[in-house]
């Protein structure tokens, strides 16, 4: 059995899905929909970013990121670089050289299912970048093997090459390209409507009175 695979890769989601996207919040559509989110511990390690883009899966062992530098010089502008470590915490395979030529390739941002190192580099180069924390201890290029456009697990969520990731403060959601525009039109416009409650309410009236929280309690006494 080969010790590698190489699937093509995936189509890129459009420019205009893209910027529907990155008008949304992930904890909009969290409103309504209850999967395709990835594990809360999956942080952003760097505050205030939102990017959405086309997922490139990757899948590496343990100690090894070979795989993983393989990957980096497919990359294509848009890209989203998703690394599944198949549980492995204790090996930080993203530092600050992946996150250069991540950045060079023009790829939005990565998200790793496991830790990163080298914070001050990442943060210099001002990459998006969502992980488990921080460790010291680097994968080595050992040539133990991996996958690379196959679909993936990252943090108890399945993602496919192609489909769109979403990542901003709050989290990272992955979505099916063919039902990414009408999620992110429908997160906008409630995004647009959540603004009109909030100026509603700035001018004195109760928030339960508007979402009718206060009728139900009061019908429950």
């Given at each position: 059995m080969a010790k590698y695979h190489v699937g093509p890769m995936p189509v890129p989601l459009s420019a205009e899905v893209v910027a529907l996207l990155e008008l949304t919040e992930t904890a909009t559509i969290g409103h309504w929909r209850h999967w395709g989110f990835v594990d809360r511990e999956v942080r952003a390690l760097l505050r205030g970013r939102r990017v959405a883009g086309t997922a490139v899966t990757v899948q590496i062992p343990g100690p090894d990121s070979t795989i993983l530098h393989h990957a980096l010089g497919l990359l294509r502008p848009g890209d989203v670089l998703v690394v599944d470590r198949l549980g492995d915490t204790r090996h930080a395979c993203w530092g600050g050289g992946?996150?250069?030529?991540?950045?060079?390739?023009?790829?939005?941002?990565?998200?790793?299912?496991?830790?990163?190192?080298?914070?001050?580099?990442?943060?210099?180069?001002?990459?998006?970048?969502?992980?488990?924390?921080?460790?010291?201890?680097?994968?080595?290029?050992?040539?133990?093997?991996?996958?690379?456009?196959?679909?993936?697990?990252?943090?108890?969520?399945?993602?496919?090459?192609?489909?769109?990731?979403?990542?901003?403060?709050?989290?990272?959601?992955?979505?099916?390209?063919?039902?990414?525009?009408?999620?992110?039109?429908?997160?906008?416009?409630?995004?647009?409507?959540?603004?009109?409650?909030?100026?509603?309410?700035?001018?004195g009236e109760k928030l339960g009175a508007i979402s009718g929280a206060s009728a139900k309690v009061l019908a429950g006494l």
């Open positions: 992946v996150t250069i030529a991540a950045k060079a390739a023009g790829a939005k941002a990565g998200v790793v299912d496991g830790p990163c190192t080298d914070l001050e580099e990442v943060e210099a180069s001002a990459f998006p970048l969502w992980g488990r924390g921080i460790a010291p201890i680097t994968t080595r290029i050992y040539d133990l093997g991996g996958r690379l456009n196959v679909p993936v697990a990252i943090g108890g969520a399945v993602v496919c090459p192609g489909d769109a990731v979403l990542c901003d403060e709050s989290g990272v959601l992955v979505l099916p390209p063919e039902e990414a525009e009408a999620e992110a039109r429908a997160a906008i416009a409630r995004q647009e409507r959540g603004l009109g409650t909030q100026a509603r309410v700035a001018a």
